[in-house]
């Protein structure tokens, strides 16, 4: 769907589905967990911040293949406007989710809900979730006290090549980006709240 609407605005011309074949999504786990895989995915206990950790790296990792993937079958058709304007909402609303901001956790899950009512698929229905857990897990820690207990975070990882573009790539992007990903992804889901709509009427009235 916002493919589709960025072509509508930008491009013109044939939508081409990005919506790829995704097996697992190989998330790394700062911390062991008792419970079980599936749970932990979508619907874990969040009681520390080492829990919030983990799933604000688990829609790190979500963010960014949407945004790579989507890119990619993007740049295939021949629409590189709309590319690289997914790959920054998408990318650079991960980096939010992971340095636990409410309001990307809050943007990106709105985006992404919006794109899987329209365009529904079961990859789409299970990143969904995982951004919903997120996204529940950076409002039950806001309202942590902070210095508490439960807040504390776990020591972000520096060794591997994963460990720098998840654990420091963000903390290091999230200050430089902040001001204009508030503006670009309010925009952004402006844009395509306004062609959704006009989608519609024009169902409508054809």
Known sequence: MLTALFDFFLDGGHFLSSNARVETLGLSESSPRSESRLKSLFWPEIENGSDVDYLGAQGYWVCTLVAVVSFVFLIVAGKPITGVAILLF?????????????????????????????????????????????????????????????????????????????????????PKTRIFYYVFSAAFLLLAIFGVVMMLLGKVSG
């Not at 794109?115 to 229905?125: A, E, H, M, N, Y």
């Not at 969904?128 to 996204?135: D, E, P, Q, R, Y």
């Not at 439960?150 to 903390?171: A, H, M, Q």
Request: hydrophobic content about 50%; aromatic content about 16%.
């Open 90 to 174: 998408y990318y650079l609303g991960g980096v939010c989710v992971r340095e636990r901001s409410r309001y990307g956790a809050a943007v990106v899950f709105a985006m992404y809900l919006l794109d899987t009512l329209l365009s529904p698929g079961v990859i789409r229905v299970l990143f969904a979730a995982l951004l919903l857990s997120n996204l529940r897990a950076t409002w039950i820690a806001s309202a942590w006290k902070p210095g508490s207990e439960e807040s504390f975070l776990p020591p972000r990882l520096n060794e591997s090549w994963t460990d720098k573009f998840r654990d420091i790539l963000p903390g290091w992007l999230w």
